[in-house]
């Protein structure tokens, strides 16, 4: 569950949560009978909902990159947030935006091959540099070296760069917002722990240390 309560139905803003949440879950309270129409938990709105302003920012900004008034191709959009899922381990947004790529009619085999796209030969030039970029501003914090950002530029305006910048951030910010929270799928324990020594094993023998008198 998650790491911060979630709000239920009888406790939500009437104004911002309610809203959001008859939207999403119908009648129903998403705490006492959670679960969304993608198959996510839908805690990430009950936990959102505990600061009304927080989840109203948030919901606008997803209202932001969906508006028909943007001018970057839906697809590379997607692509940017998608990648942002898979570099910061958010199977949340990886596996929200995969679902979001197929509503857009993007290959099967193109969203299966996304972890490996750097050697694959599916992803067109366009789509490639889209995900270098994504790359560099999740993976390398926005450390991109001059020959790639003058690729883009030969390839998209500036309006479209900002928004993929912008929105590309966004999701690399909700992919480590969900992961710390524990919400919806990244309600899991970090695999990277110790795995304990068989019965027996002395440290100090085999690393040839000596022991304290």
């Known amino acids: 569950m998650p790491r911060l309560r979630e709000v239920p139905l009888g406790e939500a803003d009437e104004k911002i949560a309610k809203p959001l949440y008859r939207l999403l879950f119908g009648e129903r309270d998403p705490v006492a009978e959670p679960g969304t129409a993608t198959g996510t938990p839908g805690d990430w709105w009950t936990v959102f909902a505990i600061s009304p302003a927080t989840l109203k920012h948030a919901a606008e900004g997803f209202a932001y990159y969906r508006s028909p008034e943007r001018k970057l191709d839906p697809v590379l959009r997607e692509l940017g947030q998608t990648w942002a899922g898979w570099a910061v381990g958010s199977q949340f947004v990886f596996s929200q935006h995969c679902k979001s790529l197929r509503g857009l009619a993007y290959p099967e085999e193109k ?86 020594a068989p019965e027996g094993f002395d440290a100090l023998d085999f690393l040839g240390g000596e022991r304290s008198s």
């Not at 030969?121 to 540099?129: P, Y």
């Not at 912008?166 to 990244?186: G, K, N």
């Open 111 to 196: 969203i299966a091959a996304l972890p490996t796209w750097q050697t694959c030969d599916l992803f067109g030039a366009k789509e490639r540099l889209v995900l270098a970029y994504a790359d560099r501003l999740v993976c390398h914090q926005g450390r991109v070296p001059d020959a790639l950002f003058d690729e883009l530029k030969a390839s998209f305006g500036d309006e479209e760069i900002l928004e993929l910048t912008y929105v590309t951030a966004m999701y690399m910010m909700h992919a480590v917002i969900s992961r710390a929270l524990r919400t919806e799928f990244d309600d899991r324990d970090d695999p990277i722990t110790e795995v304990e």
